[in-house]
């Protein structure tokens, strides 16, 4: 049985997480960890009844994660947070699932060398459906076929989002960009200039988007448009919640999400 821990344990995505260990045959929740609501029980925020885990506050994270025994900490926060908490967690033993989005290269340096030299396992990837890796894969061969054509990302999210554009939108261009031996981006458009052969990204924020990413190859006559949209959380918290199971089992190091999928 895998003991689990949960950062951001009270937010939409902690609570979603939370709920999905409870329904693993190979996994139990251990420890829960946010800023507020500590002593309070984590099931309450799941919506799963009482667990007889209390959240714990995030600062005793080094304490509560030796006392837990705990195999995995998930973390969907925030890139201030996970920076801190990574390493500390990656001290411990404690391999890693990273959801956290908007990370600078800065921050995901520190984060990958803790990793490295605590010789623990994780998973960092900005979107953990199955149907969005599958998304990146198709774009990836689509670039291929299409070098010629003008390549233009467009995101949608919630009017809650921090950062943008989102990690699922950088991560397309980032594969986009390597199918095609590398390319410029340009966030946004305005003034007056020509369109050069850089890729496009775009970011909209409004109501309860829940993640909407279309890549768009456009040609003289004709366009191509792939694209994923997501209709609820649960397919993070589940793809999060697989690949905690599945990173347990390999040697450490440092993986995405396509490695648990197989792609």
Known sequence: MINAAVLGACGRMGSLIIEN??????????????????????????????????????????????????????????????????????????????????????????????????????????????????????????????????????????????????GTALRAADVISEALGGKEYVYGREGIAPRGKEIGIHAVRGGDITGDHTVLFVGNSERVEVRHMAHSRQIFAKGAVRAAEWVCGQNPGIYAMDDVLGL
């Open 21 to 166: 260990i409870t329904c693993s045959a190979n996994m139990q929740l251990v420890a829960a960890f946010d800023i507020g609501n500590v002593g309070k029980d984590a099931g309450e925020f799941a919506h799963v009844g009482n667990l007889g885990i209390q959240i714990s506050d995030v600062k005793d994270l080094e304490t509560v994660l030796k006392k837990t025994q705990a195999d995995v900490l998930i973390d969907f926060t925030a890139a201030g947070a996970t920076v801190i908490n990574a390493p500390i967690a990656a001290r411990c033993g404690v391999n890693l699932i990273i959801g956290t989005t908007g990370l600078t290269p800065e921050q995901r340096a520190v984060i990958d060398g803790a990793i490295r030299e605590n010789e623990v396992r994780a998973v960092i990837s900005p979107n953990y459906s199955v149907g969005v890796n599958v998304f990146f894969k198709i774009v990836r061969e689509a670039a291929k076929y299409l070098a010629d054509y003008d390549v233009e990302i467009i995101e949608a999210h919630h009017n809650q989002k921090k950062d943008a554009p989102s």
